[in-house]
T-cell receptor, first 114, second 112 residues
Framework: NAGVMQNPRHLVRRRGQEARLRCSPM?????VYWYRQLPEEGLKFMVY????????ESGMPKERFSAEFPKEGPSILRIQQVVRGDSAAYFC????????????FGPGTRLLVL | DAKTTQPNSMESNEEEPVHLPCNHS???????IHWYRQLPSQGPEYVIH???SNVNNRMASLAIAEDRKSSTLILHRATLRDAAVYYC?????????????FGQGTELSVKP
């Protein structure tokens, strides 16, 4: 059973461009979480999604950031008009329906904004 | 979710036991104690969790104080691969499926 997959692993964008980060949860997992780790800081929750629904987006910045988890395909974290402060590691985690206790994390996408 | 307090860093020697403490004096009766760790340049990894009783698994043991205001993660024989940041996290049993709130964690270094 493959783990949580994230791509790309590294992404370089110039200020003002868009960044799209993809997360494929573990097989059979219907819950996806996104976290951000700024340089020298801790992990911060961003958003929690189930298939086609956003359950908790309390950690999402109000502007430029959006997330989706469609019925088919990976979850996408989209950052529009990136700024240097968006440079961070973005981690996705998944958990199965009915086993809320454990979240399984992917290797992360390192976003660098020039 | 209630707050936890951990030392910023700890050192250990290889093949010796390591005791990583966590204080959670405002824990509620429905809070589970979870531990995750993050190896360098990797995503976090689940280690163990418990509610009241001590817990063991292949990775570690979790010792929970009788009043539940503190807990200790025990690595029985530290290896170089155990060098990581260890996070102690409280999760309300009613917060099923919800977010993890990470603190600063304890950075464990292991000396050969």
């Amino acid at each position: 059973n493959a783990g949580v997959m994230q791509n790309p692993r590294h992404l370089v964008r110039r200020r003002g461009q868009e960044a799209r980060l993809r997360c494929s949860p573990m097989k059979g997992h219907s819950h996806v979480y996104w976290y951000r780790q700024l340089p020298e800081e801790g992990l911060k929750f961003m958003v929690y999604l189930q298939k086609e629904n956003i359950i908790d987006e309390s950690g999402m910045p109000k502007e430029r950031f959006s997330a989706e988890f469609p019925k088919e395909g990976p979850s996408i974290l989209r950052i529009q008009q990136v700024v240097r402060g968006d440079s961070a590691a973005y981690f996705c985690a998944s958990s199965p329906q009915g086993d809320w206790e454990t979240q399984y994390f992917g290797p992360g996408t390192r976003l660098l904004v020039l | 979710d209630a707050k936890t307090t951990q030392p910023n860093s700890m050192e250990s020697n290889e093949e010796e036991p390591v005791h990583l403490p966590c204080n959670h004096s405002t824990i509620s009766g429905t809070d589970y104690i979870h531990w995750y760790r993050q190896l360098p340049s990797q995503g976090p990894e689940y280690v163990i969790h418990g509610l009241t009783s001590n817990v063991n698994n292949r990775m570690a043991s979790l010792a929970i104080a009788e009043d539940r205001k503190s807990s200790t993660l025990i690595l029985h024989r530290a290896t170089l691969r155990d060098a990581a940041v260890y996070y102690c996290i409280l999760r309300d049993i009613y917060n099923q499926g919800g977010k993890l709130i990470f603190g600063q964690g304890t950075e464990l270094s292991v000396k050969p």
